[in-house]
C-alpha cells in the first residue's frame, strides 16, 4: 500500500473485489441454468430420493420447461461440436454408441472355493441352425456339486473367496465368439478396457459388444430403464456371452408406486430384487451365458455396507437363473480378510501397484489385469495366427 493509501479505501477496494466476485459466480450460474437446464433435471433426478431431491427435481423441470421455447439448449451441442472439429475440445462426441466414461458423483492370489458356490448352467443342446448362438455347451463344474439346490448354500459363502471358471469350447474364427461387456462404471472404467486389450490378439475368434453405461443403474428406470437401452446397445446383434458387473449406483431409495422406499427396506429389496430378475432374464433371453461379476470391496465402510447388499440380492437372482455363473475374483483384488486394498503386487508378484482408482470404488487398469487373464482363459479363444515370414531383401 502507497502512502497516499487509506484504510477507508482500502476497505471499498475489498468490497469493490467481492461485490465483482459475486457477480462473476451468479453470472456463471446463470449460464449454467441456461444452457444445462437438462442437464440440471439429470442431476436432480439422480440425487439420492427424498423430499429435497423431489423439490429440486420440480424445479428443474420448471426450469426447463421456461427456457425451451427460446431454444438455448441447442446451442451446446452445436458449440461442442465446433470446438471438438476445430481442436479446442478433447471432448469425445457422442455418436450413441459409446458408454460415456464418467461417473456423477484396489499378492492375495484367489483362494478356490467349491464350485457348487457359483451355479452351473445345465447342457444345451445342439445349435439347430446357424443363426443359434456359438455357446452351445455350458461350463462343466470343477467338482461335484454337494447334494441338494445351489440356492440352499448360504449366501455369504458364496461372496467368499475366488470361483474357478472352467473354460468353454473353443472359439473359432470360423465362428466367433461374440461378447458383451454389460453393465455400469465399474465394468466401464478398468476393466472392459484392459480386458479388451488383453483379447486384441484373438480378435479372429473374439468380438467384443459395449454394452455398458456410467452413472446407471436398476434402482432407477425412470433415470436411466436398461430394459429399453440394453437392447438398443447390441443394434440387434445377439450375444453368445454376457460380462456383467453392475449395481455400484443402487444403493439408494427409490419411488415405487407414487411411494418412497427407503433403500434396505423389506418393500425396497423386493423390488430391486424382481429389477435384477428382469435384467438378467433379458440379458440370457436369447440363449446368451451370463457371468455376474460380484461388486469388488469398496473404501467406505457405509457404502461397502451398502454393495454387500447389492451382491447378497444379484447372488440370489442369479442363482435361479439356469444360464447365468456368479463370479467372484475378488480374492485377487482384496486383502487377506476380504476388504478394501488400494495397492498391492503385480501379478508377477513384483513391483506394488495401485489396484483401485482412487475413488474407492473403481478397478485400475492394473487392478482388473489381475482378473482378466481369468476371463481371456474362460471365453477360450483360438490361437492368434502366426506372423508371416519376413520375405529376404
Given at each position: ?33 441456461l ?24 424445479g ?17 451441442p ?21 458408454a460415456?466414461?464418467?461417473?456423477v ?17 445345465a ?5 439347430a ?10 461350463p ?7 447334494a ?10 458364496a461372496?467368499?473367496?475366488g470361483?474357478?471358471l ?25 476393466l ?28 432407477r ?38 411411494k ?11 423390488v ?11 440379458l ?24 454387500e ?11 435361479r ?30 513391483k ?8 474407492g ?16 482363459r ?10 508371416a ?5
Amino acid at each position: 500500500m502507497t502512502r497516499s493509501s487509506s484504510p477507508s479505501m482500502l476497505r471499498r477496494v475489498l468490497r469493490n473485489d467481492r461485490r465483482q466476485l459475486a457477480l462473476v459466480a451468479a453470472g456463471f450460474v446463470l449460464v449454467i441454468a441456461l444452457l444445462e437446464s437438462r442437464g440440471l433435471i439429470v442431476w436432480a433426478d439422480r440425487l439420492e430420493v427424498g423430499p429435497l431431491q423431489q423439490q429440486l427435481a420440480r424445479g428443474a423441470r420448471a426450469l426447463d420447461g421456461a427456457l425451451t421455447p427460446l431454444g438455448i439448449a441447442a446451442w451446446r451441442p452445436r458449440a461442442l461440436e465446433t470446438l471438438a472439429r476445430t481442436g479446442w475440445s478433447d471432448m469425445p462426441q457422442d455418436d450413441g454408441k459409446e458408454a460415456v466414461p464418467a461417473m456423477v458423483l484396489a499378492t492375495q492370489v484367489a483362494v478356490p472355493v467349491p464350485a457348487a458356490s457359483a451355479p452351473v448352467p445345465a447342457p444345451m443342446p445342439p445349435a439347430a441352425s446357424a443363426s443359434a448362438p456359438a455357446v452351445a455347451v455350458a461350463p462343466a463344474p470343477v467338482a461335484a456339486p454337494p447334494a441338494g439346490p445351489v440356492e440352499a448354500l448360504p449366501v455369504a459363502q458364496a461372496l467368499q473367496g475366488g470361483t474357478v471358471l472352467t473354460p468353454l469350447p473353443q472359439a473359432t474364427a470360423a465362428r466367433p465368439r461374440i461378447v458383451a461387456l454389460a453393465g455400469d462404471s465399474v465394468m466401464a472404467v478398468g476393466l472392459s478396457a484392459q480386458l479388451q486389450r488383453d483379447l486384441a490378439p484373438y480378435r479372429d475368434s473374439i468380438v467384443t459388444l459395449k454394452a455398458y453405461r456410467s452413472a446407471t443403474g436398476l434402482a432407477r428406470p425412470e433415470v436411466f430403464d436398461w430394459l429399453n437401452e440394453y437392447p438398443l446397445m447390441l443394434e440387434h446383434r445377439r450375444p453368445d456371452v454376457v460380462i456383467v458387473a453392475i449395481g455400484a449406483n443402487d444403493g439408494q431409495g427409490f419411488v415405487e408406486g407414487g411411494k418412497v422406499k427407503a433403500f434396505g427396506t423389506p418393500e425396497w429389496h423386493a423390488v430391486y430384487a424382481r429389477r435384477i430378475a428382469d435384467y438378467l432374464a433379458m440379458l440370457a433371453r436369447d440363449g446368451a451365458l451370463v457371468l455376474w461379476l460380484q461388486l469388488p470391496p469398496m473404501k467406505s465402510a457405509k457404502f461397502n455396507a451398502r454393495m454387500e447388499t447389492i451382491n447378497e440380492i444379484a447372488r440370489e437372482a442369479v442363482a435361479r437363473e439356469p444360464r447365468a455363473i456368479w463370479w467372484n475374483p475378488m480374492g485377487r483384488i482384496a486383502d487377506a480378510n476380504g476388504e478394501f486394498r488400494e495397492f498391492g503386487p503385480r501379478a508377477d508378484g513384483k513391483k506394488p501397484v495401485r489396484l483401485r482408482e482412487a475413488d474407492g470404488i473403481h478397478l485400475s487398469d492394473e487392478g482388473a489385469g489381475l482378473i482378466t487373464p481369468d476371463l481371456v482363459r474362460w471365453l477360450n479363444p483360438a490361437a492368434p495366427p502366426a506372423p508371416a515370414p519376413r520375405s529376404g531383401s
